[in-house]
């Protein structure tokens, strides 16, 4: 990931490393530019000792730390005071936006916990880092608190999980989770992701009796093959990768998520 921001306070001589995304910072500034393209990935425990004393040390901004210090001993709506000090101190949040910005936490803090797991996870697939989001996917599966969220979020889950599966071209797992996905969600978006794992995994006639067996329409299923025959004699690794981000695409439009 590459940042292009116009620091006006001090840098840090030591930088101070993001591990989600690999990601160094030098800067407050740098910090926030992160915080607001990446609320997904800035849970209250981001904003750690390592990162305070961070601050505090490389940066030298001891009022800063002593407000952040403040807001966690207090623990009432943390995450949101301490971004609200972030623009106190570097009014890094523009007036105008200020009414979204204050929408997108409000909605942020409202949404149950296993979604707010899956954004974090399909942000980290964004940044490429595949298998830690795959380890988040495999905890919201593990959680027994998503009474209300449905099928459609099981199928989400499953989808994109089975999705970021493919990425890593393990398509047994893939195949497994996209099968969820359709079982949860008969949609065509499903049905189409599902296809075309098995035609990846195991082949055109493994293909073809799946299609069979789900009663696929014979344009879905010659527009699969095609497409899917052309990705593999033409560009194997970078066109399926395209592929599957287009999966994703697709699906996230057709569900609004």
Sequence with gaps: MSMAVLCQVKRAEHPFYIRDIDLNIYSIEELCYFADHNLALVEEDFFDDALIGW???????????RSLERI???????????????????????????????????????LP?????????DSLVGYGKYTK?????KRILAMKD????????LGTVYNNMGVT???????DEAVECLREAYNSIHSRETLENYLC??????????????????KADTGT???????????KVDKPEGDVNSLLGGWVREYHRETAR
């Design 165 to 171: 599966y493919a990425r890593l071209f393990e398509m």
């Design 72 to 110: 966690r001993r207090e623990g009432v709506q943390t995450l949101g005071r301490i971004l609200h000090a972030l623009n106190a101190e570097t009014g890094w949040i523009y007036v105008q936006d200020r009414e979204n910005f204050e929408k997108t936490l409000e909605a942020n803090r409202k």
């Design 133 to 137: 989001a795959i380890e988040d996917y």
């Design 197 to 214: 794992s098995v035609y990846l995994a195991k082949g055109e006639e493994a293909f073809e009796r799946l299609a069979d067996d789900l």
């Design 146 to 153: 998503m009474e209300g969220l449905g099928e459609q979020f």
């Design 55 to 65: 601050i505090g040390e490389e940066l030298e901004d001891r009022n800063f730390v």
């Design 221 to 231: 299923r010659e527009s699969l093959a095609s497409e899917i025959r052309d990705l």
């Design 113 to 121: 916990g296993p979604e707010r797991l899956r954004l974090r996870a």
